[in-house]
């Protein structure tokens, strides 16, 4: 059975960057597109990148040229870069598979 588990999250300053990844239990990494979303609060969740298993990228217009999107076959993992932040940006990360349930993401917070 496939799941993700989503970690990394904190607190940090607006132009600060953070990390936060996905583990991917259960299928190999490379296998399928993985896509992060994130949710702010009083928001609807919003898709803001996405990796293709042939290792294509694609992001939303509002973290484009901030935010990268990667995969460490190595550890099975999907991670997010996140440089430049705004308090805009502060919401619950999560990540989805096509093969699992959601996870229960990871909070990210852009605060001074």
């Known amino acids: 059975q496939v799941h993700v588990v989503e970690s990394g999250g904190g607190l940090v300053q607006p132009g600060g960057s953070l990390r936060v990844s996905c583990v991917v239990w259960?299928?190999?990494?490379?296998?399928?597109?993985v896509t992060w979303y994130r949710q702010g609060p009083g928001k609807q969740r919003e898709w803001i990148a996405t990796?293709?298993?042939?290792?294509?990228?694609n992001y939303a217009d509002s973290v484009k040229g901030r935010f990268t999107i990667s995969t460490d076959n190595a550890t099975n993992t999907v991670n997010l870069q996140m440089n430049s932040l705004k308090p805009e940006d502060t919401a619950v990360y999560y990540c989805?598979?096509?093969?699992?349930?959601w996870g229960q993401g990871t909070q990210v917070t852009v605060s001074s």
């Open positions: 989805n598979h096509p093969k699992s349930s």
């Open positions: 259960g299928t190999p990494v490379t296998l399928y597109a």
């Open positions: 990796i293709t298993s042939g290792g294509d990228t």
